[in-house]
């Protein structure tokens, strides 16, 4: 499983758009760059994965570097809700079974200012 | 929607005691971890279970166990809690699938012990 690095807080403007970065130079080519993130005292939720190209979905944008060590998550118009803690972590897809030892960094602290 | 269910949200135990955490999930998920949530540490994975009565060690299964009888329940043990074990603990499952599988988290149950 990759070992990722992201910075440890990040401030955003309400209304601008949140770019948060995460390297994760040691992925290997069947792992899979998830984002979650956690609201304080939930547990973490699912944002959104890429394999190697870019992808977006009605939370989020996932931009993935050519070489695939680093990764970009946009929130493109953050709002105060987007405050939390934001986790990348790669992992495969389990099409056929198996366990995957899952885990996750300490994340980015994501700040969203009125 | 899947939903991870742990059993308690709030758990105050004394030094010592023998503490069960349940979690289940309703969703026919083969996987499924344990981790604890503390201040400035992240999330650290204790155990995991990649089918019924199999289990595998994460990064820190000191002083805990697990049991897997049913694939739905996946119970987290304290044999002799200690106050060093004073944390959140979150539950996850994840299951196959050829295009997602992301971690789906339980809220957590805030286990005192004193």
């Known amino acids: 499983d990759a070992k990722t690095t992201q910075p440890t807080s990040m401030d955003c403007a309400e209304g601008r758009a949140a770019n948060l970065p995460c390297n994760h130079s040691t992925i290997s080519g069947n792992e899979y760059v998830y984002w979650y993130r956690q609201i304080h005292s939930q547990g973490p939720q699912y944002i959104i994965h890429?394999?190697?190209n870019n992808e977006t979905n009605e939370m989020a944008s996932l931009i993935i570097t050519e070489d695939r060590k680093s990764s970009t998550l946009i929130l493109p118009h953050a709002t105060l809700r987007d405050t939390a803690v934001y986790y990348c972590i790669g992992h495969r897809l389990l099409s056929q079974g198996g366990s995957e030892k899952l885990v996750f960094g300490k994340g980015t602290k994501l700040t969203v200012n009125p | 929607d899947v939903k991870v269910t742990q059993s308690s949200r709030y758990l105050v135990k004394r030094t010592g005691e023998k503490v069960f955490l349940e979690c289940v999930q309703d969703m026919d998920h083969e996987n499924m971890f344990w981790y604890r949530q503390d201040p400035g540490l992240g999330l650290r994975l204790i155990y995991f279970s990649y089918d019924v009565k199999m289990k595998e060690k994460g990064d820190i299964p000191e002083g805990y166990s697990v049991s897997r009888e049913k694939k739905e329940r996946f119970s987290l043990i304290l044999e002799s809690a200690s106050t060093n074990q004073t944390s959140m603990y979150l539950c996850?499952?994840?299951?196959?699938?050829?295009?997602?599988?992301?971690?789906?988290f339980g809220n957590g149950t805030r286990l005192t012990v004193t």
């Open positions: 996850a499952s994840r299951g196959l699938s050829s295009y997602n599988s992301p971690l789906h």
């Open positions: 890429g394999l190697k």
